[in-house]
């Protein structure tokens, strides 16, 4: 009897660690889609998953305040120099979509991310000042086929990302980017990462891709143990 019900146990444990491993790789995976018009030239800033659920977490997943704090002055501070200059600002959030999603997010990260929570809005620190929101439900911002839309009715072909995480969904939107043609750059400064190493895999992706990494200072790293 009990070999059987070790069995049925670990027949389980595998296919939901099999669930966790898929879902996480769906989500992570870039977008494709059409590629930008070739006079598309103006710029735009997009400013990734700044929502309080991820920014003032508390825990294992809690960002260094004082890290957090220089990110979102040098934010606002892109912000600023993109509206002086006539571009186009948009911010991104984060909502996980689907029951099994949902309860991995609320199973592994408290629930951050999942839509109807406080913490879904940008942080209070951000300068946002009535600018558009695009709502997407993975890791690639492109996924939102309004924020694509946007971009290309404003005849963006060079973007600046800056936010969250740097090597997970800052990492994805900028890859997703360049598989549409867009010229895109990272503003480091800008960015948190949970990770340092993971954060330097995924800036050695982004340059092999082509895309440029800038700011001054060094990226802004979660108070975490380094993945």
């Not at 309004?146 to 990302?161: H, P």
């Amino acid at each position: 009897m009990w070999p059987v019900i070790l069995g049925a146990v670990v027949i389980a444990l595998t296919g939901l660690a099999a669930f966790f491993v898929a879902t996480a790789r769906r989500i992570a995976r870039p977008t494709t889609g059409e590629t930008i018009a070739g006079n598309a030239g103006n710029g735009a800033l997009l400013v990734i998953d700044m929502q309080e659920d991820f920014t003032r977490s508390q825990g294992a997943n809690a960002y260094d305040p004082a890290a957090r704090d220089r990110a979102i002055a040098r934010i606002n501070d892109l912000v600023a120099a993109a509206r002086q200059a006539g571009e186009p600002v948009a911010f991104i959030r984060q909502e996980h979509q689907g029951r099994a999603v949902q309860w991995v997010a609320s199973l592994l990260l408290g629930g951050a991310g999942n839509p109807g929570r406080p913490g879904a809005r940008l942080d209070r620190d951000i300068d946002a000042q009535g600018a558009p929101v695009f709502i997407k439900h993975v890791a690639d911002a492109f996924s939102a086929p309004a924020l694509d839309a946007w971009l290309r009715d404003q005849g963006v072909g060079r973007l600046t990302l800056c936010g969250l995480d740097l090597a997970h969904c800052v990492r994805s939107t900028a890859l997703g980017a360049r598989n549409r043609g867009y010229c895109v750059a990272v503003d480091l400064a800008g960015s948190l990462a949970a990770g340092e190493r993971s954060a330097c895999r995924a800036k050695k992706e982004m340059k092999d891709a082509g895309i440029g990494l800038r700011g001054p200072g060094a990226f802004a790293v979660a108070a975490t143990v380094p993945a």
